[in-house]
């Protein structure tokens, strides 16, 4: 048996694959590494939207193997279902997820990683399952895939927009940029809203039913997507009432969805045939009252994404209190940390190297259907300084081609592609 240190990341989407990837790349050999997930590939949630009104099948693009990705970097991998972790005597518990009926297992680790992302809580949401869509998994997207392109939608007006957010307390007091803070989110991850009113505004027009003026967005909160920043959104909203789409704000949660439509907390009812909806992100229940967690179940890192406890237990990606909102592309800045972290504390890193903070930035491309795409990459939520909004076809391209990026170096995207990618949107898109 190996004496090196051992590393269990429990998660192998973008968050769980991202830091095994960095942990390699920074700890070298000195380490024993292992990844434990449900499923046995990663789904590129963000571009299942884009498939759904292309009509396109998301099942057979948007899945990438993991095994094979892994044992490039000799990371072990376990399929399994997570169901317990014991923080004291450094073990998580597990369940074989491969076949039915598997005897439960558990894992010892010196270093561990969460990075189990959210529930999605859709059955929270009264009436959802009867009359809800959404576009978060191939079952949902295929679904609305299938009403939008196989004569289920009859051309309807069209509800989007989110339950609200419950964010816990494990962020508070943390200043990512100087005089700054992680505000408090209503809503979990606003892009995608945002993202499929106007893609859905291009299907209709392209499937002669109409155009923005059927389609009602709602958020929970004053602003939708208010981490993108005032500047941007105010840019945003502007385009968007001009072009004739329906705006409610202060929404405050989902009621229940009808067949008639999405009944609001604020005692609206805004009437539509399609209900498409993003619900609130909670944490997985076992999650919950472990020492760790803070009130909502999200993992309490420092900024340098360890926990101040249990300096042992690191998180990434949407399963931690700082990542707000619950952004792939801040799960991205996070890997890089934990890998250095890891690095540091095995011997193979210098503090100098390993020790800088997470400043977030809200980095987001949205499809807007027609080969069009919105660019936004702003971190003013935080108390930077920075806000920018570009849109047209050089940022369509950008999504594309990070997706293809991201597949091709199976996960490894070098960082002149996301400078490259930064360059493109900024310097050459209007
Ligand atoms: C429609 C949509 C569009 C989006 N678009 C964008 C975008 O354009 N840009 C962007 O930056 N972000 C976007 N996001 C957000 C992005 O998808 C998430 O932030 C990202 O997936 C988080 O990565 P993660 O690895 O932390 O968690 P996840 O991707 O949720 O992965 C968690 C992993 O843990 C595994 N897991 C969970 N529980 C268990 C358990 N008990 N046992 C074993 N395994 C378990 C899961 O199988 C999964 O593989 C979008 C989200 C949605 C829903």
Not at 343 to 372: F, H, W, Y
Request: aromatic share 8%.
């Amino acid at each position: 048996m190996s004496s090196k240190p051992k590393v269990l990341v429990l998660g192998g989407n973008f968050a769980g694959l991202g830091t095994a990837q960095k942990i390699r790349q920074f700890a070298g050999d000195s380490v024993d590494i292992t990844v434990v997930d449900r499923k046995n590939y990663l789904l590129f949630i963000p571009n299942i939207p884009a498939d759904v009104f292309e009509n396109s099948d998301p099942a057979s693009s948007q899945r990438m193997d993991l095994i094979p990705v892994l044992a490039k970097d000799h990371i072990q991998f376990v399929q399994g279902d997570v169901t317990g972790i014991d923080v004291d005597n450094r073990s998580v518990h597990f369940t074989p997820s491969e076949r039915p009926g598997g005897a439960p297992g558990k894992l010892d680790y010196d270093y561990l990683v969460i990075a189990l992302g959210n529930r999605l809580a859709f059955e929270k949401i009264e009436g959802f399952a009867e009359y809800g869509d959404s576009v978060s998994d191939l079952y949902l997207g295929n679904r609305l895939r299938e009403k939008l392109w196989n004569g289920g939608y009859q051309g309807g007006p069209i509800a989007i927009g989110s339950a609200r957010f419950h964010q816990g307390d494990g962020a508070e007091g943390l200043e990512p940029y100087p005089g700054g803070s992680i505000p408090n989110a209503v809503a979990a991850c606003e892009g995608p809203p945002v993202e499929v009113m106007l893609s859905a505004a291009t299907y209709l027009k392209k499937t002669g039913q109409g155009g923005p003026e059927k389609i009602t967005v709602f958020t929970p909160g004053e602003l939708i997507a208010e981490d993108a920043g005032e500047q941007v959104v105010g840019q945003l909203l502007d385009i968007a009432s001009g072009m004739g789409f329906n705006y409610v704000n202060n929404a405050e949660d989902i009621r229940r969805i009808t067949a008639e439509g999405v009944e609001l907390a604020n005692g609206q009812t805004i009437e539509a045939e399609l209900k498409i909806i993003f619900p609130d992100w909670v944490a997985h229940d076992f999650m919950r009252d472990l020492p760790i967690t803070d009130s909502e179940g999200f993992v309490v890192t420092d900024l340098l994404m360890k926990n101040p406890k249990y300096p042992e237990i690191f998180a990434a990606g949407d399963a931690a209190a700082v990542t707000v909102p619950k952004l792939g592309a801040i799960g991205h800045q996070e890997c890089e940390i934990v890998g250095r972290q890891i690095a540091l504390a095995v011997g193979r890193m210098s503090e100098k190297a390993a020790n800088t903070p997470l400043q977030p930035v809200v980095n987001c491309i949205g499809d807007m259907g027609d080969n069009q795409a919105f660019y936004i990459r702003s971190n003013s939520w935080y108390g930077g300084s920075e806000q920018v909004l570009k849109m047209g076809h050089i940022p369509f391209l950008l999504k594309m081609q990070y997706k293809n990026l991201f597949f091709r170096t199976q996960g490894k995207v070098p960082d002149w592609g996301l400078d490259f990618s930064k360059l493109m949107a900024e310097k050459l898109s209007a």
